[in-house]
């Protein structure tokens, strides 16, 4: 079953682009929490630290898409060395500023221009696998985006154990560092790689080519990921609730693993097996298996069912992606691909920001099995934006 795996690693540079991309993603799962843990630590105000991460989430929706878009006009390696710069020196910024007890719309400006620098290393990474394998050979291309997918699910089940743990053992501070360590480890892994660089296709009048969100095989995708982007933040915060009404907080992060989990090896079968049922019928299957499951959220007390569940519907998060991203790259030039492929899902942290408020309305007026129906909402929402695209669905 493995076989595809071993022929995806057999390419050239594929551990260099495998590694260094993992590594360098790590901060997207460490981001958010290391700033509410080292804001609390000196201002003990979870209202603050959580402005502050609106304000990291809200700004990568933006920037990550520009980067991308920049990386097809100039190449990778100049973004990533523009970008990365910006986001260590800002974060260094930021960490100084507020243990020097500096004004606090400082912190919020710093950490503004740290996240302006953001970049999308998984589309990047995604995008020098599309450059590397032969176009014909679909499973492979297939292969690469399950590994990456892998890959996600594996930064979100390590990064905010490590990022606590670090924090705990060693400074307040340390989270926000350990991210920088990351980026100066896994970036020039893979900006180094030159033979996997796609570097920079021009074509004959582009500056008048048609921008790529008018694409609908990009709209496809785009639209409906970024609902779903609602459910997971309503998940994290209504099992935490849930634990937390049962004196059981300390079970959410297990909980939450276990979900994750599901994800991971849902991702590496995925990527094994040589389907024969489209990428777009399989994309609508799994937004439908994730719908279906959070339907019983709302009716489930016992907190090992409601593992059981959470693993389920993990099995149908991870291969989202590696099926709607060959509808996405199908469709689009070599010149736009970086920018398609991060837009598919740019906008789940914006959903994940609305998500999070309501559910934490919701909760505190009625508890967290009444919040549980917001992630059902969220992707029964997803299902009906797919209705325009059902023909596109079925033929690719």
């Known amino acids: 079953m493995l076989s595809t795996y071993r022929d995806l690693f057999k390419l050239p540079g594929a551990a260099r682009i495998a590694s260094g991309g993992f590594i360098a993603r790590m901060p997207i799962a460490m981001d958010a929490i290391a700033i509410i843990l080292f804001i609390y630590s000196v201002d003990k105000r979870f209202a603050l630290a959580g402005a502050l991460t609106a304000v990291a989430a809200l700004t990568t929706v933006v920037s990550s898409p520009l980067w991308s878009k920049v990386a097809d006009r100039k190449g990778q390696r100049f973004v990533l060395s523009v970008a990365v710069p910006i986001r260590i020196v800002a974060i260094i910024a930021f960490i100084n500023l507020v243990l020097a007890g500096a004004p606090i719309w400082t912190w919020f400006l710093s950490i503004f221009i740290a996240e302006a620098g953001s970049i999308s290393m998984g589309s990047m990474s995604r995008r020098r696998w599309v450059h590397i394998i032969d176009s014909q050979d679909k499973q492979l291309l297939a ?66 080519q048609r921008s790529v969100m008018r694409n609908r095989n990009l709209q496809a995708i785009a639209i409906p990921m970024t609902i779903v982007g609602g459910c997971f933040s309503a998940v994290n915060i ?7 009404e049962q004196n ?21 079968v995925n990527g094994a097996i040589r389907w024969k049922i489209s990428h777009g019928k399989r994309f609508i299957g799994y937004l439908l298996g994730m719908a279906v499951f959070s339907l019983t959220f709302p009716f489930i007390e016992n907190l090992y069912l409601l593992a059981f569940v959470l693993f389920l519907q993990g099995t149908c998060i991870a291969p989202l992606l590696p099926n709607g991203l060959p ?17 598919a899902t740019a906008g789940i942290p914006l959903t994940g920001a609305i998500s999070s408020f309501f559910a934490g309305q919701i909760i505190d007026a009625y508890g967290a099995s009444t919040g549980f129906w917001l992630p059902f909402l969220f992707l029964a929402a997803s299902l009906l934006s797919t209705i325009p695209y059902r023909k596109l669905y079925r033929e690719v």
């Open 143 to 208: 292969t690469s985006y399950a590994y990456e997918s892998l890959a996600d699910e594996l930064v979100f089940i390590l990064g905010p154990v490590i990022t606590t743990a670090i924090v705990a053992a060693i400074d307040p501070a340390a989270g926000l560092i350990l991210g920088i360590a990351f980026l100066l480890v896994g970036v020039p892994l893979v900006a180094s790689h030159k033979k996997s660089d796609p570097g920079v296709e021009l074509h004959q009048g582009e500056e008048k």
């Open 327 to 343: 509808i996405v790259t199908h469709s689009v030039t070599p010149s736009q691909m970086t920018q398609a492929i991060t837009l």
């Open 238 to 244: 209504c099992v935490v609730a849930l634990t937390t």
């Open 248 to 268: 059981l907080k300390a079970v959410s992060g297990l909980l939450l693993g276990i979900w994750a989990i599901g994800g991971a090896l849902s991702a590496l």
